[in-house]
Every structure is written in C-alpha cells, then in structure tokens.
C-alpha cells in the first residue's frame, strides 16, 4: 500500500545513502513492508523522546544491510525466492557444533566438510563464536563483542571463508544472535559500569533494590541453582543490573530503540556473512515488564515481527528460527498470530515433540506424547522446526499437565518419575544423566546426559553387557528416527552420531563445574571417529544407520515439512507413536514401538489411512511381513518400520 507521508521519508533517506530511488527489488520490498514496519516500531516507541531518530535509524540500517550485502549472497536470495520456502525440503539436515570442541578451530572444520556430507548433513549451527570472556562465557552465550570472532576459533576472515566454502559445497549454516543480553565485559557495559549514562540505558539498571525486588517477585529464576534471583549489584557504580540468567550476562533494554538499531544493525553483519538461519537466542526474554513474568510478553513478539520484516526487506534469504524453549502454546506464538501467522520467526524448536519423546521412551507409553499434537498441529504453513533429541541445553519437561493429565497420570507424580527415570534414582533404570537446575522452591529439574547416555549406552558398556548394549542403540536410533521422519528440519547434536556417552572432565574445570550441560558437550577424539569406518564397532553402528536414516529422508519429498502430517490412533497400542505424511499420492506411514517388547499392531490401522500391502520398509528396504493373514504387523521392541505401499 503506498503511503503518501512514509514513502516519501523514506525515498529521502536513500537518497541520503547514495541509494536513490531504485528500481530494484529490495526498493519494492522495502516498500511493500514500510507502514508495517512504522506500524510496529510505533508500537513499540512512539512514546520515546528518541523514537523518530531511531525510526530513521532503523531504515538507514535497513538501507546499508541492503547495499552491503555481497553479490553472491543475492544471487542466493534469489535461487531460495524460486524455491518457494526452501528451508521446508527434506533434503536439509543440520548438525549443531561447537567448533573447538568439534575439531578446533575455523580452519580446522573447513577441512572436515565432507565428514559431514559423508554422514548426510548439509547444514551446521556453530556454536557462539564471538568473542566472549574465557572464564564467564557461558558457552559462548555471553558475548563482548558481536562483531570479533574469538580468538579461540580464528578470524572473522577464517569463518568468512568458511561460509563460502560451505556454500560452495552447497551447505547451509546457522550462527546465533544473542539478542536478550551481553557479557558484562561487552564495551557497553565497561561505560555503563564507568557510569556513562547512554549505555545504562542499553540495560536495566537501578539505584537500589526497591523496583529489582518488586520485578524479582514474579520473575522465575532460570539457573535456580547457579544463579538465583534475577539481578546483580555492580560494584563499580553501586548499581544493580538486571541478570536474568548469570550474573555475568546483562539483559538488554529494548525499551531504548537505539538498542534495537544497534542489534539489527549486528543480525545484518551476520545476514551478510552468509548465514541461512539465525538463531536468535532466548527471544521469549526480550521484553522486561513489572509485575510480569517478563516472558513471552507482546512486546517480545512485535521485535521479532520487526525484525522478520527488515531481514525480508534487506537479505531476504535468511531465515529466523526463535529458540522459544517455553510452553507448548507459547511456542506456537513464535510463528507468528492473526495477519503475521508464519511471518514471524520461520523455524522454533520443537522442544515439546523432544521432551515428549524422552517422556515416552521412559514409560514405554506414547500417550503424553499424543496428547501434546493437538497443539504442534496449529503450526501454520511456511513455518517449519528444528526437530532433535539432543542439543548443548538439558531437557526440560515443559509440556503441559493437561497433556499429561488426558493420559491419564498426576502431573506431578509423573514428571517426578521421568526426573528420576534419567537421573539415576531407579536402578532399573537404563539411563545415566543428571538433575539441572533443580528448583527449591518447586522441586522443578531438567535432565543433562548425552543422547547415548541418557539411552543406555553408557550403563550397558560399564557393564559390558551385549544384550543391553543392542537395546541402547535402538533407543538412540528409535529416538532419531522419529525426530527425523516428523517434519522439519533434523538438528542433530555433534557425538550424537557416533554414540558419545557423558564427559565427567568438566567438573575439574572451575569455569564449567557449575553446570552440569557440559557433562554433554564433549570433545570429539578423532582417533575413537575413526572406529565409525570398522563394520561391527558401536561407533559404525551408530554413524551408519544414522546415515540411512538421513539417506532414506533426502530421497522422500513427503518427508518435507509441508504440514502434512496426521497422526494414527493406535487405539490400545499404547507403545506405540504412529503418523502418516502425505504428498499428492505418496504417502508415508511411520511406526514407532517404545517398549522393550515386541508389538502386534493391527493392519487396518495403516489400511483405514489407505496404504495397502505390499508395503514396503525403507529402514528394513524389504517388504514387510504381515501375520495372521495379512491381519498384524509385528514391531520389534524398541523398532519402526517407515512403510510405504509398494506399486507393483
Ligand atoms: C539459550 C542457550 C543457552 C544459554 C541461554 C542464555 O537458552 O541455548 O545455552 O544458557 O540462552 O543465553
């Protein structure tokens, strides 16, 4: 819609650039998107004495992303416009790493590319890499300068010529935007300390304790353990910042748009890098209110739309994924609602798909996690997930009660099964992880472990039990499975593929002993990765089913997350998870057996969704046999079948 004050304002601003009225398409974007984005900035600041400064700000950082982004990565723009949402193919699968971890350095993982082609991945989430204080870092999520990579991983030169060695070897990456805070050693915050009042307005900060204790009241603590209360007193100016999650990492204040300016003005350096997707960190903190949650509140969603609107004017191949890890209905909102359905972050995590799993394969009882579909189905079209079982964060058992409760179990009762299940208080108990962030108050915990671990692997190798050790990598390729075949795109967990059991090394390290996440961040011996070449040891096991699987999900386009799923009624087959992805004719029905027992499910339950024997199994590649007359299908224990009628 032309807007007869706005676009003139705008065509002035260009001008100013050296841009002028171009006939181009980011000139069209721009405009198309204008009065949304005045709309939504309005929203946001038409009270602040700086707000008109910061809205021409804002379009002057828009028009500089524009000008500055290089020739190659338009040409991308481009090829992924003709895709129509190209980040919805099957053919993608992600892997998330930290570098030096992973192998070392930037240089280092240029020269590892085909490891993970070899493997199926064509997609990484580096880990932070900026620079980031060595003792107070946590991970690389508290960062003192967005822009210098640190020199643990290189040069930003070296990650730049990364990039376009990925994408000339056709791979996508992923870097993270930590948009909610910096490192108390980030240079805003040494002038903030200096007492420079502009930058105390780039974050929170007060006198005394009298507003901390009042927001402190209704703000949960995130590391209850390691850093309760959501505030800390900075002895330089005998203030108190405001520290959501450690004390060393400052929340940032959007109430200020110049702090907005400043962090676009970041997303675009990244956008203009080569990231595919960015991953912006803990969106559901970004908005700071009295007397809330100061989470997930409006405020937080109109950034992120504000944003999803100046990245698709200036570098419109890049896609958003919000690491919203809150309430099943709250992640929903992170598509986007009302006219911006699916036009506000493209991807979130589905962390309630992932808990679920890890809720099911601990009760062998599938019906928490049928429960939780009804609403993962609301996800709109165009917007995808990033689908896993493991990342470098502990699991959290957010899913709702009622989810629980229409299974027919105590909420209570039953996440303190699933808390003790994983965390070594049942010695029946295959799993060998940890309780983090164990909350007091609540008696609240999530779970740390690695996905072998937490599957069996370890317990079954101290015991060097056979049996045990066969089921334990059907739990891990059970649990794969199903995240890969749900829709959206894989994110696997960097170990995870060669069976990486806990790393216990992390509690001689001072800077790492007070959180247990990194008992799952291991370092990558190359010498056991080699062991993946040798047929018969676990770690070739492991490395090359997870191979099939990601084989077998290239060469099926049903598989691509077109919201197409619907999920079967396996009427009293409780152990049993079971969906069907369809695409024009092709139809793919996935069965998932969560117990340690074989299961017999019946054969109309696949042929009421209109797939008809001969079916034939992708993972088994064979036909699969029916008993009883073509009336059951058996499942193994701890087995899928991934079926699809064979056209004979
Ligand atoms: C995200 C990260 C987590 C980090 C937190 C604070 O949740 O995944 O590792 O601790 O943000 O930045």
New binding site residues.
């Given amino acids: 819609m032309y807007n007869r004050n706005l676009h003139p304002k705008i065509n002035a601003i260009l001008a100013q650039k050296g841009l002028g009225v171009r006939d181009d398409l980011f000139y069209a974007r721009l405009m198309a998107n204008a009065t949304a984005i005045r709309i939504l900035y309005r929203e946001l600041y038409q009270e602040h004495p700086l707000g008109e400064e910061g809205f021409n700000q804002l379009i002057q950082v828009i028009a500089d992303a524009a000008h500055n982004r290089p020739a190659f990565l338009n040409l991308n723009d481009e090829a992924k416009a003709q895709k129509d949402h190209w980040f919805l193919s099957n053919e993608i699968a992600g892997m998330s790493l930290y570098v030096d971890r992973f192998c070392g350095d930037l240089k280092q993982l240029g020269t590892k590319l085909d490891y993970f082609q070899n493997l199926g991945v064509n997609f990484l989430h580096l880990m932070p890499l900026f620079q980031s204080p060595p003792n107070e870092s ?2 690389g ?2 960062v003192s300068d967005f822009r210098t990579v640190d020199e643990r991983f290189g040069s930003l030169d070296d990650l730049k010529q990364l990039i376009r060695q990925m994408n000339d070897a056709g791979m996508y990456v992923m870097l993270d935007i ?1 948009l ?2 910096t490192s108390n050693q980030h240079e805003w915050a040494l002038k903030a300390k200096n007492g420079d009042s502009k930058y105390q307005d780039y974050y929170y900060f007060y006198k005394d304790r009298r507003l901390p204790d009042i927001f402190d009241q209704n703000m949960p603590d995130i590391f209850p353990e390691s850093a309760p209360g959501s505030f800390s007193y900075v002895e330089e100016c005998g203030q108190w910042a405001m520290t959501v ?1 450690h004390h060393y ?1 400052w929340d940032l204040n959007y109430s200020n748009p110049q702090v907005l300016c400043e962090m676009l003005d970041t997303i675009f350096f990244y956008a203009n890098l080569g990231v595919d997707v960015l991953r912006v ?2 969106p559901a903190f970004i908005w700071k209110k009295m007397g809330t949650s100061c989470q997930n509140l409006a405020e937080a969603h109109t950034i992120l739309r504000l944003i999803k609107l100046c990245v698709e004017c200036a570098t419109p191949g890049m896609a958003l994924l919000g ?1 919203a ?1 809150v309430a099943p209905k709250e992640i929903m909102k992170y598509f986007g609602t009302g006219p911006f359905t699916a036009r506000e972050c493209d991807f979130a995590y589905n962390a309630t798909q992932m808990a679920t799993q890890w809720d099911t394969l601990a009760t062998g009882d599938t019906r928490v996690m049928r429960a939780s579909q009804q609403d993962l189905l609301q996800k709109p079209y165009g917007a995808s997930w990033i689908t896993y079982t493991r ?3 502990d699991i959290g058992m957010g899913y709702e009660d009622a989810a629980i409760e229409q299974a027919g179990f105590s909420p209570y009762e039953h996440r303190k099964f699933i808390q003790d299940y994983y965390s070594g208080a049942l010695n029946y108990s295959p799993a060998k992880g940890a309780l983090f962030s164990v909350n007091p108050k609540t008696l609240d915990a999530r779970i740390s472990g690695t996905l072998a671990s937490l599957c069996g692997l370890e317990k079954a190798l101290e015991a060097k039990h056979e049996a045990d050790i066969e089921m334990a990598i059907r739990r891990i390729l059970l649990m794969q499975a199903c995240s890969f075949f749900i829709g959206g795109v894989p994110m696997l967990f960097y170990g995870d593929e060669l069976g990486y059991t806990n790393d216990y090394s992390y509690l001689k390290d001072p800077a790492k002993s007070y959180d247990n ?1 990194w008992m799952h961040r291991p370092v990558m011996d190359w010498k056991k990765n080699k062991k993946a070449e040798k047929a018969g040891t676990i770690e070739h096991r492991i490395f090359s089913a997870t191979q099939k699987l990601l084989s077998i999900r290239k060469s099926l386009p049903v598989v691509a997350d077109t919201k197409n799923i619907s999920w079967l009624n396996t009427h009293h087959h409780h152990h049993v998870a079971g969906f069907v992805r369809t695409h024009g004719n092709q139809k793919l029905c996935c069965l998932f057996n969560f117990s340690a027992h074989a299961v017999h499910i019946y054969s109309s339950i696949i042929s009421d969704q209109g797939l008809h024997v001969p079916l034939f199994d992708h993972w088994q590649n064979e036909i699969c046999a029916m008993e009883a007359d073509g009336s059951f299908l058996k499942i193994e224990p701890y087995s899928f079948l991934l079926l699809e009628t064979k056209h004979l």
Avoid: M
Wanted: contains cysteine; glycine residues 6%.
């Fill in positions: 946590d991970g999520y508290a930590v909610n805070h999650f990492q960190d803990a690491e890890i990342c470098h964060d996440r």
